[in-house]
Protein backbone atom coordinates (compact mmCIF):
# COMPACT_ATOMS: atom_id res chain seq x y z
CA UNK A 1 0.00 0.00 0.00
CA UNK A 2 1.08 3.56 -0.96
CA UNK A 3 -0.34 6.65 0.58
CA UNK A 4 -0.13 10.25 -0.53
CA UNK A 5 -0.97 12.81 1.97
CA UNK A 6 -1.29 16.72 0.87
CA UNK A 7 -0.73 19.94 2.78
CA UNK A 8 -0.41 23.67 2.52
CA UNK A 9 -3.71 24.72 0.89
CA UNK A 10 -5.91 27.58 2.20
CA UNK A 11 -7.15 31.09 1.83
CA UNK A 12 -5.16 33.46 0.00
CA UNK A 13 -5.51 37.12 -1.81
CA UNK A 14 -5.37 37.69 -5.75
CA UNK A 15 -1.38 38.27 -6.41
CA UNK A 16 -0.23 36.11 -3.29
CA UNK A 17 1.63 32.69 -2.51
CA UNK A 18 0.94 29.10 -1.48
CA UNK A 19 3.34 26.19 -1.13
CA UNK A 20 1.96 22.92 -1.42
CA UNK A 21 3.24 19.55 -0.40
CA UNK A 22 2.48 15.94 -0.98
CA UNK A 23 4.16 13.20 0.70
CA UNK A 24 4.14 9.94 -0.02
CA UNK A 25 4.66 6.76 2.58
CA UNK A 26 4.16 3.17 2.59
CA UNK A 27 5.49 0.25 0.39
CA UNK A 28 7.32 2.37 -1.81
CA UNK A 29 10.29 0.74 -3.71
CA UNK A 30 10.54 3.79 -6.44
CA UNK A 31 8.24 6.79 -7.50
CA UNK A 32 8.58 7.03 -11.35
CA UNK A 33 6.08 10.31 -12.04
CA UNK A 34 4.70 12.60 -9.73
CA UNK A 35 2.14 15.48 -10.55
CA UNK A 36 -0.01 17.97 -9.63
CA UNK A 37 -3.65 18.03 -10.69
CA UNK A 38 -7.14 20.32 -9.64
CA UNK A 39 -10.40 20.08 -10.13
CA UNK A 40 -12.48 23.56 -9.38
CA UNK A 41 -16.33 23.18 -8.63
CA UNK A 42 -18.86 22.35 -12.05
CA UNK A 43 -15.43 21.48 -13.76
CA UNK A 44 -13.17 18.15 -14.79
CA UNK A 45 -9.86 17.12 -13.09
CA UNK A 46 -7.30 18.99 -15.11
CA UNK A 47 -3.28 18.50 -15.08
CA UNK A 48 -1.12 21.40 -13.45
CA UNK A 49 2.29 19.54 -13.92
CA UNK A 50 4.29 16.48 -13.26
CA UNK A 51 7.68 15.87 -12.39
CA UNK A 52 9.92 13.07 -13.52
CA UNK A 53 12.26 10.87 -11.14
CA UNK A 54 14.95 13.14 -12.63
CA UNK A 55 13.18 16.05 -11.98
CA UNK A 56 12.04 17.40 -15.58
CA UNK A 57 8.93 19.14 -15.17
CA UNK A 58 6.07 20.10 -17.48
CA UNK A 59 3.22 22.66 -16.66
CA UNK A 60 -0.53 23.42 -17.98
CA UNK A 61 -0.29 26.61 -20.00
CA UNK A 62 -2.01 28.49 -17.54
CA UNK A 63 0.31 28.11 -14.54
CA UNK A 64 3.27 28.04 -16.70
CA UNK A 65 6.04 31.12 -15.53
CA UNK A 66 3.95 31.46 -11.28
CA UNK A 67 4.38 27.55 -10.62
CA UNK A 68 6.57 25.53 -9.83
CA UNK A 69 7.13 21.96 -9.09
CA UNK A 70 10.06 20.29 -7.29
CA UNK A 71 10.79 17.01 -5.21
CA UNK A 72 12.79 15.53 -2.74
CA UNK A 73 13.74 12.04 -3.53
CA UNK A 74 14.76 11.34 0.07
CA UNK A 75 11.72 12.39 1.57
CA UNK A 76 9.80 11.08 -1.16
CA UNK A 77 7.60 14.24 -1.35
CA UNK A 78 6.37 16.92 -4.41
CA UNK A 79 6.07 20.47 -3.82
CA UNK A 80 3.87 22.66 -5.41
CA UNK A 81 5.32 26.37 -5.14
CA UNK A 82 2.40 28.73 -6.60
CA UNK A 83 2.86 32.56 -7.20
CA UNK A 84 1.03 35.42 -8.38
CA UNK A 85 -2.27 33.38 -7.32
CA UNK A 86 -5.61 34.32 -9.44
CA UNK A 87 -9.46 33.68 -8.40
CA UNK A 88 -9.27 31.20 -11.09
CA UNK A 89 -7.00 28.95 -9.17
CA UNK A 90 -9.50 28.04 -6.58
CA UNK A 91 -10.01 24.24 -6.78
CA UNK A 92 -8.97 21.58 -4.87
CA UNK A 93 -5.28 19.91 -5.41
CA UNK A 94 -4.30 16.56 -5.63
CA UNK A 95 -1.05 14.99 -6.18
CA UNK A 96 -0.73 11.88 -7.67
CA UNK A 97 2.18 9.73 -8.17
CA UNK A 98 3.17 6.45 -10.09
CA UNK A 99 5.66 3.78 -9.64
CA UNK A 100 6.62 0.56 -7.80
CA UNK A 101 5.92 -1.00 -4.46
CA UNK A 102 8.32 -3.16 -2.47
CA UNK A 103 6.90 -6.42 -3.64
CA UNK A 104 6.68 -5.61 -7.68
CA UNK A 105 3.25 -4.19 -7.56
CA UNK A 106 2.76 -1.08 -9.69
CA UNK A 107 1.16 1.59 -8.50
CA UNK A 108 -0.92 4.86 -9.39
CA UNK A 109 -1.96 6.85 -6.45
CA UNK A 110 -3.99 9.68 -5.75
CA UNK A 111 -4.02 11.68 -2.68
CA UNK A 112 -7.25 12.97 -0.75
CA UNK A 113 -6.57 16.53 -1.76
CA UNK A 114 -6.68 20.16 -0.41
CA UNK A 115 -8.44 22.84 -1.18
CA UNK A 116 -6.71 26.64 -2.34
CA UNK A 117 -8.63 29.69 -2.30
CA UNK A 118 -8.07 32.66 -3.88
CA UNK A 119 -10.24 35.52 -3.14
CA UNK A 120 -10.12 39.04 -1.87
Known amino acids: QVQLVESGGGLVQPGGSLRLSCAAS????????MGWYRQAPGKQRELVGV???????NYADSVKGRFTISRDNAKNTMYLQMNSLKPEDTAVYYC??????????????WGQGTQVTVSS
Open 96 to 109: NAQGQGTLGFIYDQ
Open 26 to 33: GSIFSINT
Open 51 to 57: IGSGGRT
